[in-house]
């Protein structure tokens, strides 16, 4: 099994998201959001952790879960 799960995953992100209202609800959102941080983890941004791997996804998934990197809800990105 792969650790941390989508569910433990989303349950953290959640958690640690400011307001009541849940930031991700879905895979998918979970997938674009760490597709994006481990592009700037190849184009050369430092990682925000003391990675387990080299993998870019694999130090993506671990910032998240981490809490080191958020998800915006929509409504602040549109502002």
């Known amino acids: ?3 941390p799960s989508y569910a433990e995953l989303t349950q953290r ?3 640690n998201a400011e307001g009541e209202q849940a930031v991700v609800n879905s895979r998918y959102s979970i997938c674009i959001a760490t597709a994006k941080r ?10 925000l ?6 993998k870019p996804l694999s130090i993506a998934v671990q910032e998240l879960y981490e809490g080191k990197v958020h998800i915006l809800p929509n409504e602040e990105i549109e502002k």
């Open 13 to 15: 992100i959640n958690d």
């Open 49 to 54: 952790v003391i990675p387990k791997c080299d």
């Open 1 to 3: 099994m792969i650790h």
């Open 38 to 47: 481990a592009r700037q983890l190849i184009d050369g941004a430092e990682p």
